[in-house]
């Protein structure tokens, strides 16, 4: 997976850049093996520059696979928390759309089986 890093007015100090590349290594198990074309666009910000309480860091994860974009944006009081929550709510998206598109091949399945069973009654026991 490729990451594009952004952060606006914030200074990415190590700590923070670590944390980020293991929290976006927990969600490659969930993506396709293999797939070189999977591009995640992450920005952190500090929302205002005046505010020092409160929701002021905001994380946005826009990932990019073959056919399929998810973004997701959160704002919390630590960028820390920040990206916890937009890693939960990216992987949430990725998770309803694997189990999305199982659930169709299954049901696609049952149906031809289904067809083959009406078309061929005496193979039925």
Same mark, same amino acid.
């Given at each position: 997976? @490729?990451?594009?890093?952004? =952060?606006?007015?914030?200074?990415?100090?190590?700590?923070?850049? %670590? &944390?980020?590349?293991e929290k976006l290594?927990?969600? +490659? @198990?969930?993506l396709?093996?293999? !797939?070189?074309?999977? $591009?995640a666009?992450? +920005?952190? =910000? $500090?929302?205002?520059k005046h505010? $020092? #309480?409160?929701?002021?860091? @905001?994380? +946005?994860?826009?990932?990019?696979? =073959?056919?399929? %974009?998810c973004?997701a944006?959160? *704002?919390a009081?630590?960028p820390? =928390?920040?990206? !916890?929550?937009?890693r939960d709510?990216?992987?949430? #998206?990725?998770?309803?759309? *694997?189990? @999305?598109?199982?659930?169709?091949?299954?049901r696609?399945?049952?149906?031809?089986?289904?067809?083959?069973?009406?078309? &061929?009654p005496?193979?039925?026991?």
């Amino acid at each position: 997976m @490729k990451i594009n890093l952004k =952060a606006t007015n914030l200074t990415l100090t190590p700590p923070i850049n %670590n &944390y980020l590349a293991e929290k976006l290594a927990t969600l +490659e @198990k969930l993506l396709p093996a293999g !797939d070189e074309s999977v $591009r995640a666009d992450v +920005e952190l =910000a $500090r929302v205002t520059k005046h505010h $020092r #309480q409160g929701e002021v860091f @905001k994380a +946005e994860i826009n990932l990019h696979l =073959a056919g399929f %974009n998810c973004y997701a944006a959160e *704002t919390a009081e630590e960028p820390y =928390a920040a990206i !916890d929550l937009v890693r939960d709510e990216i992987a949430r #998206q990725i998770k309803t759309r *694997t189990e @999305k598109r199982h659930s169709l091949l299954r049901r696609g399945g049952r149906r031809i089986k289904n067809m083959l069973r009406r078309l &061929y009654p005496w193979t039925r026991r």
